[in-house]
């Protein structure tokens, strides 16, 4: 076989690869969420939210990936099997909403709250990453400013559908 033959059937092999590439991608924005209700209070007031539940692997991976909206009083909810480390991360690629994230601990206290701009970057590793700085088992993700208008703050307790998230007596 020629070399010309042979480089017309790798084009034709690979062209015919972009169709299932195009499907594949199209199927990994399909990932169904869960919804729940959260509430977080304090002892001035509380603040419910409907959110989407991220439990496993690919919809945390997934997150609010390519969303150009969050209702008002909507966020998404990650929760992790077992506590993870003040060293671990979580970055905003292909994310296009301006969002804050509070890190809740295993007491069911937000521990930690930071802003994280979008990342419009091509590449994943030019997105920044955002430590959290504690131990957490849970992370909630709202627009941009929610904790600060609805008076949010580290050690408010978060419930989910009615009951505490995490181990606090005294939420």
């Given at each position: ?25 199209e199927a990994s924005r399909d990932i169904d969420f ?100 504690v131990t957490y088992v849970a992370a909630l993700e ?30």
């Amino acid at each position: 076989m020629t070399s010309c033959c042979l480089d017309r059937i790798i084009v034709s092999l690979l062209l015919s690869l972009i169709p299932a590439l195009a499907l594949a991608q199209e199927a990994s924005r399909d990932i169904d969420f869960a919804t729940a209700e959260v509430t977080i209070h304090n002892e001035r007031h509380a603040a419910q939210l409907s959110v989407e539940l991220a439990v496993n692997g690919r919809q945390r991976a997934r997150g609010l990936m390519e969303r150009e909206h969050l209702g008002a009083d909507a966020g998404m909810l990650f929760l992790y099997e077992r506590e993870r480390t003040p060293g671990t991360s979580v970055w905003m690629y292909r994310t296009r909403i301006p969002l804050d994230i509070a890190f809740i601990g295993g007491d069911g206290r937000i521990a930690a709250i930071q802003e994280m701009p979008p990342c419009d970057a091509d590449a994943p590793g030019d997105c920044p990453t955002y430590e959290a700085g504690v131990t957490y088992v849970a992370a909630l993700e709202v627009n941009a400013g929610y904790f600060d208008e609805n008076d949010i703050d580290i050690g408010d307790c978060v419930a989910l559908d009615g009951e505490r998230l995490g181990r606090a007596s005294d939420c």
